[in-house]
Nanobody, 123 residues
Framework: QVQLVESGGGLVQSGGSLRLSCAAS????????MGWFRQAPGEERVLVAR????????YYAHSVKGRFTISSDNAKNTVYLQMNSLKPEDTAVYYC????????????????WGQGTQVTVSS
């Protein structure tokens, strides 16, 4: 059974940092493009960052560029999201997923969703 499990969320003050982890099991995603998404209450799930694991190429949403860093440890089959200088507007449930086909910036093109991890940033 293929699973992605997110962890590392929590409550942090504005300006603080968190490191999210996305551990894969059931298959190797070493050649996949992996994405971190977030979804705030009442809003659509949006892409935060993505990485092509075979090359290390990355992309960041404008709202997090310069503050968040996505990385991959292929030996551990894990993708990370280092989040610095957190703001209250970063509050959301964060998910990781693997790109399957279609638009690489849209959540409907991704699969193997985890259960998500809550990130709450207080002002």
């Amino acid at each position: 059974q293929v699973q992605l499990v997110e962890s590392g969320g929590g409550l942090v003050q504005s300006g603080g940092s968190l490191r999210l982890s996305c551990a894969a099991s059931g298959r190797t995603f070493s050649n996949y493009r992996m994405g971190w998404f977030r979804q705030a209450p009442g809003e659509e799930r949006v892409l935060v960052a993505r990485i092509l694991r075979s090359t290390g190429d990355t992309y960041y949403a404008h709202s997090v560029k310069g503050r968040f860093t996505i990385s991959s440890d292929n030996a551990k089959n894990t993708v990370y999201l280092q989040m610095n200088s957190l703001k209250p507007e970063d509050t959301a449930v964060y998910y990781c997923a693997a790109h399957i086909q279609g638009d690489i910036n849209y959540y409907t093109s991704y699969a193997y969703w985890g259960q998500g991890t809550q990130v709450t940033v207080s002002s």
